[in-house]
């Protein structure tokens, strides 16, 4: 497993260019895309139990902003996970993301975040708090913050 871990790292992550948006030459695109995954992966812990429909929105959500093969998603949601599973806080995600993203992408992240949530048409109160206190981590306003919640939110 880590073989392939260092493999993604070295083929698809090392080699690649900044993102647009980036302003810290510090935050390396691999870290940037590991901590949006990381986040979308916690945002899938939120309620009592991760279902497969959200899994799948993550891979969607993550495939969608970085344009990544199914086998580089399937790999740095792996990575994801484990970063995930270390964490102490959001923080360390989000710290590293107001960093290296513009406005406009940190409001996307909330925006994926949300679609993850409705992704098994269903959201619990905790889901909504751990997006709450992301999007204020990331300095996202309260108006966009409802916005991306209404534009994510499916008609059922």
Do not use: C
Not at 14 to 42: F, M, N, Q, V, Y
Not at 61 to 85: N, V, Y
Request: hydrophobic share 40%; glycine share 2%.
């Amino acid at each position: 497993m880590l073989r392939s871990i260092k493999s993604f790292y070295d083929k698809k992550i090392a080699l690649s260019k900044p993102e647009t948006g980036i302003t810290d030459k510090k935050a390396t695109d691999h870290a940037l895309r590991l901590a949006t995954a990381a986040l979308l992966i916690e945002i899938t812990r939120a309620d009592s139990e991760v279902k497969a429909v959200e899994l799948e929105a993550v891979a969607r959500a993550l495939d969608k902003k970085f344009e990544l093969a199914p086998q580089e998603t399937a790999e740095l949601i792996e990575l994801a996970t484990e970063e995930a599973d270390g964490a102490v806080s959001f923080y360390e995600f989000t710290s590293l993301i107001n960093k290296g993203f513009s406005y406009e992408r940190k409001r996307l992240i909330i925006s994926l975040l949300w679609q993850v949530v409705f992704s098994d048409e269903y959201m619990e109160k905790h889901e909504e708090h751990y997006v709450r206190k992301i999007a204020e981590l990331l300095h996202v306003s309260h108006r966009d913050f409802i916005e991306t919640r209404e534009e994510a939110r499916p008609n059922f």
